[in-house]
């Protein structure tokens, strides 16, 4: 019922109860709707950062919201978990006016980092320099500048912060650019890790003082990465020390792993490989069909369709979709933009038929929208497609980049 309730169990029973945690979630999305992916993707994580950590004192962000449906399930909400998302029940994201457990409001992406970062400068006024202020981002949400310009304040500031980064390589579609890659190139390159294992296994063995090897480990560690490393450079480069990549769903890892960085001061990013969706086959298989795939028979994994008494027109994004690729043929001068939404705006269709003029640029409205003007600066006619409750992010962009030049 409650994270109290979690902290009293032994570490053994742990992967029980994130089996039980899984089923319960699957169970009620298949019912009541809801995003399903992401929230099963962190089961393990949701469990051991409660395990670990003393909240709601501690204070957890969840960035973005979805990935919370754990969260709230362990915090005290589990059996109002089935009016999740309707009218009167509670909120489909953390909301601060719902739970204590709730420390930040979370609909959209990237703010966490930010967020944890204010709480954690709060706590070194008040003097409570033992708190722990984690920061789980994930599901694309590492695209966003917003992200880059904490983690650039984080490492100045020093405070105790700890970022776990969920790496799972999706938001809602499969994730876009050169963070993406760099990323998959940690995931797939141990040498640095290995290395760093084996020396702390070898300075194990040394018949020298704890203080002496400390010390040695430290250096050493400091000249592998270096050489080797090139999990840790992006990241180190601004003072935040680097720790994985780990396997997010092995619980026990987890758990070793949190509670080492715990005693670890200053800001910290731990690196985790999730599967979104897991444990439940076709949410691992087709992940942006099922982040919010509706009512299901958890079975089958049949998708009910919604029934209605006439024919329906298409979807409007569909009609968008590709009458631009028609206007395209006629115009070599059209291009289509969207904020990692190809499949929400119907984009997807003129990226596949015109990859050279049709981009998603991860979730980043900001970046959409100059980039779009920029390409309009060029005789270009962009089609920048962004979702309404998104494009708040971008209105100093639409204004001042668009909007004062006549572009």
């Given at each position: 019922n409650s994270p109290t309730d979690?902290?009293?169990?032994n570490p053994s029973q742990?992967?029980?109860?994130?089996?039980?945690?899984r089923n319960f979630i699957i169970n009620i999305v298949a019912t009541k709707e809801g995003h399903l992916g992401a929230s099963l993707g962190v089961v393990e994580l949701s469990v051991a950062l409660h395990y670990v950590f003393n909240t709601p004192y501690d204070q957890l962000v969840w960035d973005v919201g979805h990935q919370a449906?754990?969260?709230?399930?362990?915090?005290?909400r589990r059996a109002d978990f089935h009016t999740n998302r309707i009218y009167g029940g509670i909120s489909g994201f953390p909301k601060r006016k719902e739970s204590e457990y709730d420390t930040f409001g979370v609909g959209h992406s990237s703010t966490s980092i930010s967020a944890a970062l204010g709480m954690a400068a709060a706590s070194n006024i008040n003097r409570e320099k033992q708190r722990q202020h984690i920061a789980v981002i994930g599901d694309g949400s590492m695209t966003a500048g917003m992200a880059f310009e904490a983690m650039n304040h984080a490492g100045a500031a020093n405070s105790n912060l700890i970022i776990v980064l969920n790496d799972n390589c999706m938001s809602i579609d499969p994730n876009?650019?050169?963070l993406k890659e760099y990323l998959t190139d940690i995931t797939?390159?141990?040498?640095?890790?290995?290395?760093?294992?084996?020396?702390w296994k070898a300075l194990g063995k040394l018949p020298v003082g704890k203080n002496f090897s400390r010390e040695m480990a430290s250096k050493l560690e400091h000249a592998i990465k270096g050489f080797v490393s090139q999990s840790s450079n992006l990241f180190e480069a601004m003072n935040l020390r680097y720790f994985g990549p780990i396997d997010g769903h092995n619980i026990t890892k987890l758990v070793d792993t949190l509670t080492d960085l715990k005693n670890i001061p200053g800001p910290k990013i731990l690196h985790i490989v999730t599967v979104k969706g897991k444990g439940y086959g076709l949410a691992e298989k087709d992940q942006t069909l099922w982040h919010a795939p509706g009512l299901f028979d958890k079975v089958t994994g049949e998708i009910q369709k919604k029934k209605f008494d006439i024919p329906q027109p298409p979807k409007y994004q569909d009609v968008f979709g590709y009458t631009i690729i028609e206007l395209a043929e006629m115009n070599d001068k059209i291009m289509g933009i969207t904020p990692a939404m190809p499949s929400g705006s119907s984009l997807k269709y003129m990226m596949e038929k015109m990859p050279e003029r049709a981009f998603d640029v991860g979730i980043c409205e900001q970046h959409a929208v100059t980039l779009s003007a920029g390409?309009?600066?060029?005789g270009m006619r962009v089609f920048c497609n962004i979702y309404s409750s998104f494009m708040q992010r971008a209105y100093d962009m639409v204004v001042h980049d668009v909007a004062i030049q006549k572009l």
């Open positions: 979690l902290r009293k169990l742990l992967p029980t109860v994130a089996q039980e945690l449906y754990g969260h709230k399930i362990l915090t005290g876009v650019g050169a797939t390159s141990h040498t640095y890790n290995d290395l760093r294992d084996n020396v390409l309009a600066t060029q």
